[in-house]
């Protein structure tokens, strides 16, 4: 493998071979869904007519797995969970025959099990912390504000408890996902330090293979919703016009809106909320949900890049001119491994434009 590090553990031990006989491996880390890997192995015929790997109980479905990759200067876990996929295939051919595992991270062990329950009196984080609480994980959750109170309304759970945690997540404007042995159910954070910056054509220093980004002018600009109080019968309304995320550049979707154009708007029908507060969170989730009108998706090896990239962090993109180049959100990242390398396919987004400072800035 090209790889300068690639270290892959199942039922917690390294496999002798393995690396010998892989094939490819891709591990796809995204900040919506549950995180996956895919190996592909080659399979050998024995003399005696065995097959490898096929009877080792290490390789049977809910086996644990933990693969850790890097380059020379960085290096880390990029997944832990389990084995959930086994498919061998058996080519005309002996240099045909290969094994395909694929399964998830500790996530998909929330998400097997409907549950019909219902949680009075709490606010959205309490539910998160409980349920991670209950699955083993550690919790690092940022705290909500609305206590759902029972006299007015009450969260029903009729799904898995994964499925529970997303749905909660998403009218906060929070991502929940889990990582190792621990659940979160947090905001994005876009003030991190950020990662290795990504630079393209920027000569000797250019690590980027390819790069491509769409600006989307028809992102709603405002938001607005109503709903009716349950205790007294008054009607509620919200609206947003202001991002609630850190700015990510100079200047937001309404800075951009010429004289004469009005801001597109959306107007959420049939909210569920049980009071002000709730309804106002729901209106700023939507907003900053589309407040995204820049995306990008693009690769780079590894090896040139010299570095892990990881999604749910910012990284600063270079050497795509003034109004393009600087800080963006990573949303996915794909990690490949064959012959042809180590190559790390991304996705990223972005809720203004301009970075203030020239194309290439940060490059010296």
């Not at 496999?15 to 192995?41: C, N, Y």
């Not at 550690?138 to 309304?153: G, M, Q, R």
């Not at 889990?178 to 950020?194: I, K, N, S």
């Not at 220093?205 to 349950?230: H, I, K, W």
Request: charged share 20%.
């Amino acid at each position: 493998m090209a790889a300068d590090k690639l270290v892959i553990e199942i039922g917690g031990a390294e496999v002798p071979d393995l690396a010998h006989d892989l094939i490819s491996l891709e591990v796809e880390l995204d900040d919506q869904l549950t995180g996956m890997f895919r190996l592909s192995i080659a399979l050998l015929l024995k003399a005696d007519g065995s097959w490898p790997y096929l009877d080792d109980d290490r390789f049977a479905v809910w086996s644990t797995v933990s693969i850790t990759a890097g380059t020379q200067d960085d290096s880390q876990q990029l997944i832990s969970g389990y084995i959930t996929h086994v498919r061998p295939e058996f080519g005309p051919g002996l240099e045909q025959c290969r094994l395909v595992v694929w399964g998830m991270d500790a996530g998909v062990l929330m998400d097997r099990v409907d549950v019909v329950k219902a949680w009075p009196n709490m606010r959205d984080s309490d539910i998160a912390t409980e349920l991670f609480q209950q699955a083993g994980l550690t919790p690092k959750v940022t705290d909500t504000d609305v206590v759902h109170d029972d006299k007015i309304a009450t969260i029903m759970q009729r799904e898995t408890d994964m499925r529970l945690l997303k749905r909660l997540a998403l009218r906060n404007g929070y991502e929940c996902f889990v990582d190792g042995d621990t659940g979160y159910f947090q905001p994005p954070d876009l003030g991190d330090a950020g990662q290795a910056v990504l630079n393209v054509h920027a000569g000797d220093q250019t690590n980027v293979n390819r790069f491509s980004l769409e600006v989307n002018a028809l992102t709603p600009a405002e938001v607005a919703m109503s709903d009716v109080d349950r205790l007294t019968g008054a009607v509620l309304t919200a609206t947003a016009e202001a991002g609630h995320l850190a700015a990510l550049g100079a200047k937001r979707p309404a800075d951009l809106l010429p004289a004469g154009i009005d801001p597109g708007q959306i107007v959420v029908g049939q909210p569920v909320a049980t009071g002000a507060p709730e309804l106002a969170a729901f209106c700023q989730a939507v907003f900053d949900q589309h407040e995204w009108f820049v995306t990008g998706e693009g690769e780079v090896a590894a090896n040139q890049y010299n570095a892990i990239l990881l999604p749910r962090r910012t990284v600063t993109i270079n050497g795509i001119g003034e109004t393009h180049s600087g800080s963006y959100y990573v949303t996915h990242v794909t990690h490949r491994f064959s012959d042809d390398g180590y190559v790390q396919r991304f996705r990223v987004k972005r809720n203004a434009l301009v970075s203030g400072g020239g194309g290439l800035s940060g490059l010296l």
